[in-house]
């Protein structure tokens, strides 16, 4: 465990330092920061505007200060007008005004000073002793825009903005939807940096995220969440990111016994090589004293790319009991906790090749190969004829051949009936006497009846093979099974030989009929050998839902779903679904509901 | 405190003026139908022409600021304030408690000299009467106008105007027949479930907004996280694919994703019956006993 926690700080530590050494972190005029105080300072969410009323005082990077009645900023436009009596301090001298204009992004300053009479002045580059006299401004160079019935996320005093990248306002009240709720502050990033959204906590139902602290390259986050196991809980992230690289870090859940530490990290090393790590440790302990339990995961990734392929490094290794032996007891605690000893590995190298079209056909190919091996010394992974494998090699070689959409008749309003065509096969060879073989075919017909409706009904067909010649019976002996969830058994798997087949037939039409709103139907019939299993969710108990993983799906499948969109941030999205002929649950209605903002 | 009371004594001589001092009428508009009461307005005529010598124009925008004798828009001109100028309710024509600051609209009246002679107060937006051209003569400036070669050369200016956009992506063969595909932007904050596309054929999946004119962002195709994030031709992750809406009625964008970042190369494409644990040469999890 402590290693794993040193590892983990080790990369920390470093990552930081390597961000602190980021070219990206160079100074950028555009993104001096600002600081705003105003008597009322309200940052509206679905216009990404900033407005400050009464007692404006704005102090850019250089020292300038200006105060005016009324502040406003577009934080996508990255400009803002101050106006309302404006006083204009720089230096030594001070310039009463009407109204002061600042475009971030041309570095152009728009200033309408009064002297004996008003004027127009123009700096260029936050040159503010050497004014352009006269110049003629752009025509909305103080446009106010009105916010109207426009929804405040967010009420302050104070606000630092950091142009293009953040806003952090001291204190906040934000509104939580069941009312305001004041913090002491409140981390607003806007970056277009995709980095700051990866996300290394684990699911749960419900998240409200709370930044409360950050940077040009640092992101804290607080998360209030809820989910079935835990119900409600707090959990904390940590963001380091440029550019080209990040490293989140989680706890979760921080208030509870059953802790999950994660980290992820990524960094594009060079144009050609990227390296992606990811760290779990599960632990069962209260508050930060010693565990009576954990268990870790450790994924990293090295990826080179080719000049029309890529090479692929993956390894795996799991530690199934990080804590030392609890002999003369074989669990931790108590039972739920069973000493582990196993911790398998696995590495692979795989080839990808870049997609290659046939000749002048519409048809499409990729081509793969690799090989690696998997090892578990404690459990092996195959015991055949008397034989353990505790180790694996093998390799692999597959393909994809596709095509484009091959229409199937000619409309003059592109209205035309398209086929589309897919198929992958692969084999993987095992040191072990056994090879297997997938290969999934596809073919989908799609037709869009005018500009509001369309269709599509596919089918696919997914066959898995396992193959141990002589030995197959030994592999994969007769079985009859029988479902925990439902206490059914099922006599056709003793037919089951290690040779399954799944057949999906998809049916969905969609109908669009504005760009705010849409909605689908899609129906799902599944035919598959071995038949699937129902099986009750983890962890078991009343209430949980029947999950269909991993043996098999639910076989008819009819799921309805409706997108409104209210504002241009804000989304409904209603899920109905409907499960057929799932063991004794003829009808498992599951409703989906999400706020997406 | 000052400026608030060199207003208040401001609207009280105007109001005083009102009612004491009506306002002479030109002769040749006395017969003029207008919207204002004519006990206690001249009669005025919006125009979208230079005003004759003895007429008045009226300018509806929104106030920057209105100190020292001057009202200013938000254009950024300063019109310079009759001594006697009024202050008016811009739906009754009456008295108003509103103050002539900033974010409020104002229809300014302009009388032949250019000087605003009364202020018609709002908390909307008013009607378009008399075009900026038509005032922008008035405007006190100090320094004579110079040309701006920022505003030059000629470059088409985005009008903002919705266009719907719709994004066509080609998903990788292998991607499943069920999977739900999204787009990330920076504008939902990297949501990664932020706009859910509609799959259309076996690789293809569409979605339709409508977007400003003149918007610039940036966006990324995912399978509802980041872990499922889309990776480039060369299974590395990339920046993310950025896009400016022109002036068009409508706009199509085409994309190709030629991975996703949770794809295993590898392991046999078994759909639901992937299993959890590491590979281990049994393709099938053993069924519960």
Redesign the interface.
């Known amino acids: 465990v402590n290693v794993l926690r040193a590892l983990l700080a080790l990369l920390t530590f470093a990552a930081t330092l390597a961000l602190g050494t980021s070219p990206s972190a160079a100074a950028d005029v555009s993104r001096d920061p600002l600081s705003l105080s105003a008597s009322a300072v309200t940052f509206y969410g679905d216009r990404y505007v900033i407005v400050g009323d009464g007692n404006v005082n704005v102090t850019l990077s250089d020292g300038t200060r200006i105060t005016?009645?009324?502040f406003q900023m577009d934080l996508?436009l990255n400009r803002f007008v101050i106006?309302?009596?404006?006083r204009v301090t720089f230096g030594a001298r001070t310039i009463d005004g009407?109204?002061f204009s600042e475009f971030l992004d041309?570095h152009?300053t728009?200033f309408?000073p009064?002297?004996?009479?008003?004027?127009?002045w123009?700096f260029l580059d936050g040159d503010f002793a050497h004014p352009?006299?006269?110049?003629?401004?752009?025509?909305?160079?103080?446009?106010?825009p009105?916010m109207g019935d426009e929804h405040a996320f967010i009420r302050s005093k104070r606000a630092l903005i950091v142009p293009r990248e953040s806003v952090r306002f001291t204190p906040a009240s934000i509104d939580s939807g069941l009312g305001w709720t004041p913090t002491p502050n409140f981390f607003l990033?806007?970056?277009?940096n995709?980095n700051?959204?990866?996300?290394s906590l684990a699911g749960a139902n419900v998240d409200v995220p709370y930044p409360f602290a950050g940077s040009s390259h640092l992101l804290s986050t607080a998360h209030l969440r809820y989910d079935s196991a835990d119900k409600i809980f707090g959990s904390v992230e940590q963001h380091l990111v440029t550019?080209r690289s990040y490293v989140v870090a989680s706890i979760n859940p921080v208030t509870r016994p059953g802790k999950q530490y994660n980290l992820?990290a990524?960094d594009?090393v060079s144009p050609?090589l990227?390296v992606q790590l990811f760290l779990e440790e599960n632990t069962f302990q209260h508050g930060f004293s010693r565990p009576y339990f954990a268990s870790g995961y450790a994924h990293a990734q090295i990826?080179e790319?080719?000049r029309s392929s890529?090479l692929?490094l993956?390894a795996?290794a799991?530690y199934n009991s990080l804590l030392a032996n609890p002999a003369p007891l074989t669990y931790y605690e108590n039972p739920s906790y069973p000493w582990t000893p196993d911790h398998?590995?696995?590495t692979?190298l795989?080839w990808?090749g870049?997609?290659h079209r046939i000749n002048q056909l519409p048809i499409y190919y990729?081509l793969?190969s690799?090989f690696?091996l998997?090892h578990?010394s404690y459990s092996p992974?195959?015991t055949l004829g008397g034989t353990t494998?505790p180790t694996?090699w093998?390799h692999?070689v597959g393909g994809?051949?596709?095509s484009?959409?091959l229409r199937l008749n000619r409309d003059k309003l592109s209205r035309d009936l398209?086929l589309?065509?897919?198929l992958?096969s692969?084999r993987?060879w095992?040191s072990?006497p056994?090879h297997?073989d997938?290969m999934?075919s596809?073919?989908?017909l799609?037709k869009?009846f005018d500009r509001h409706v369309?269709a599509?009904v596919?089918y696919?067909v997914?066959q898995?093979s396992?193959h141990y010649g002589a030995q197959q019976l030994e592999a994969?002996p007769p079985?009859i099974?029988?479902?925990?969830a439902t206490g059914q058994t099922?006599p056709g798997?003793a037919a089951f030989q290690?040779f399954?087949t799944?057949r999906?037939l998809?049916a969905?039409v969609?109908y669009?009929p504005s760009?705010?709103i849409?909605g689908?139907l899609i129906y799902?019939s599944n035919s598959d050998f071995?038949v699937p299993?129902p099986?009750p969710a983890y962890p078991p108990g009343p209430g949980y839902f029947i999950l269909?993983?991993?043996?098999?799906?639910a076989p008819q499948l009819l799921t309805a779903n409706l997108?409104v969109r209210l504002t241009?941030?804000i989304?409904l999205?209603f899920t109905r679904a409907y499960a057929f002929g799932w063991g004794n649950w003829h009808l498992t209605p599951q409703w989906g509901f999400?706020i997406?903002? | 405190m000052m400026?608030r009371r060199s207003w208040l004594s401001a609207l009280a001589i105007c109001g005083a003026l009102c009612v004491a001092l009506p306002l002479r009428v030109p002769a040749q508009f006395a017969a003029t139908p207008t919207p204002m009461p004519r006990a206690t307005l001249p009669p005025i005529e919006a125009t979208a022409t230079p005003a004759p010598s003895g007429r008045i124009i009226r300018y509806a925008g929104?106030l920057?600021?209105v100190?020292?004798g001057?009202a200013?828009f938000?254009?950024?001109?300063?019109f310079r304030l009759d001594p006697q100028v009024r202050t008016i309710d811009a739906a009754t024509g009456g008295p108003t408690a509103l103050r002539p600051?900033?974010?409020v609209y104002a229809r300014a009246s302009f009388d032949a000299s250019g000087r605003i002679v009364e202020l018609a107060l709002s908390r909307r937006?008013l009607p378009a009467e008399a075009t900026y051209d038509d005032i922008r003569r008035f405007?006190?400036?100090?320094?004579?106008?110079?040309?701006?070669p920022?505003?030059g050369g000629g470059v088409p200016g985005m009008t903002g105007k919705p266009v719907?956009v719709t994004f066509y992506v080609q998903v990788?063969?292998?991607t499943p027949?069920?999977a739900d595909v999204y787009l990330?932007t920076?504008?939902?904050?990297?949501?990664?479930?932020?706009?859910?596309m509609?799959?259309?054929?076996?690789?293809?999946y569409r979605?339709?907004?409508?977007i400003n004119s003149g918007t610039h962002f940036?966006y990324?195709y995912t399978r509802g996280?980041?872990?499922a994030?889309e990776r480039g031709?060369?299974?590395?992750?990339g920046?993310?694919r950025e896009l400016t809406v022109g002036n068009g009625d409508v706009r199509r964008k085409d994309d190709v994703v030629?991975?996703w970042g949770d794809e295993?190369?590898?392991a046999?494409?078994?759909?639901?019956?992937?299993?959890?644990?590491?590979?281990?040469?049994?393709?099938?999890?053993r069924?519960?006993?």
């Open positions: 005016g009645d009324t996508r106006a309302g009596g404006v009407a109204a041309f152009r728009y309408v009064i002297t004996t009479e008003p004027d127009r123009t352009l006299l006269g110049r003629e401004m752009p025509g909305d160079v103080f446009a106010l009105e990033n806007f970056s277009k995709p700051f959204a990866q996300n550019d992820v990524y594009r050609n990227g990826t790319a080719l890529y692929q993956n795996n799991y398998p590995a696995d692979s795989l990808q870049f997609d990729r793969r690799g690696g998997t578990n992974l195959l494998y694996e093998y692999s994809s051949l596709y484009s959409p398209l589309n065509l897919t992958d692969q993987q095992f072990a056994h297997i997938t999934s596809g073919a989908t799609s869009a369309s599509y596919g696919t997914t898995t396992d994969y079985t099974p029988t479902s925990q099922y798997y290690g399954g799944t999906s998809v969905s969609i669009v760009t705010k849409s689908s799902r071995p299993i099986e269909p993983s991993p043996y098999g799906v997108r241009p941030t989304q999205d999400q997406e903002k | 400026r929104q920057l600021d100190q020292r001057f200013f938000t254009t950024g001109d300063g600051v900033t974010r937006p405007a006190v400036a100090l320094s004579p106008r110079t040309q701006n920022d505003l719907q990788p063969p292998r027949l069920y990330a920076d504008v939902s904050g990297w949501s990664a479930t932020a706009i859910k509609d799959r259309i054929d076996a690789l293809h979605v339709s907004r409508d940036f990324r996280s980041w872990n994030a031709r060369d299974g590395l992750e920046k993310p030629y991975h295993d190369g590898l046999p494409d078994l759909g639901n019956q992937a299993m959890p644990t590491p590979f281990t040469g049994q393709p099938f999890p069924p519960p006993k």
